[in-house]
């Protein structure tokens, strides 16, 4: 009758057990919240820095061409390649920010579903495991039961044989 006392209530072991198990899984639960806060937080500046960057683009593109032009006075046949190339530049760097932030968060949200996952299983398997330890004493209570009815049975056969 392991698991059950007098009463068929579980005992204080089982109790304990259950509730060891639980506090694990909550563990694990405020561990992947706890990590989602953090990494809500890093991602949340680095969308704040690169939506400055990009805010501020257009003053670094004013920039960018005002450089190019203070720099190509002298040589008038360059000014149409160094503006060109300071569009392009600030077109790669905007493109590098956006891209940047695109797969901060993509790499954030794996991280969240991983750990979401991680604690899903562990609660499924706490599940298991609760099933298993009352299936297992459900049998250890048919097989008392069983064996009962068999002394009961026994008794009554050698009592008829000894004329009781």
């Known amino acids: ?6 009463n068929n209530d579980y005992d204080e072991h089982a109790a304990r057990f259950a509730g ?8 694990t639960y405020d ?18 820095r690169d939506e400055q960057a990009v805010e501020n683009a257009p003053e670094n ?11 190509t006075v002298s040589s008038v046949e360059n000014i149409p390649s160094d ?14 920010k956006i891209g940047g932030a695109e797969n901060e968060g993509r790499r954030a949200e794996q991280d969240v579903q991983n750990r979401y996952n ?4 562990g609660v499924d398997r706490f ?11 459900e049998q250890g209570v048919d097989r008392f039961n069983q064996g009962m009815q068999n002394s009961y049975e026994q008794g009554e056969q050698q009592g008829r044989r000894d004329g009781w």
């Not at 060891?20 to 563990?27: D, L, N, S």
């Not at 561990?31 to 704040?48: I, K, N, Q, V």
């Not at 991680?118 to 299983?121: I, K, L, S």
């Open 1 to 6: 009758m392991s698991g059950y006392n007098n």
């Open 20 to 27: 060891e198990t639980v506090g694990r899984a909550e563990g």
């Open 31 to 48: 561990r992947a919240d706890r990590a989602w806060d953090r990494e809500e937080t890093r991602m949340g500046d680095s969308l704040r």
């Open 61 to 71: 593109l004013a920039r960018y061409a005002e450089q190019g032009f203070s720099n």
């Open 83 to 96: 503006i060109g190339a300071g569009l392009r530049g600030a077109a790669n760097w905007i493109g590098e």
């Open 118 to 121: 991680d604690a899903e299983q």
């Open 127 to 137: 599940g298991e495991g609760v099933k298993n330890r009352y299936d297992d004493a």
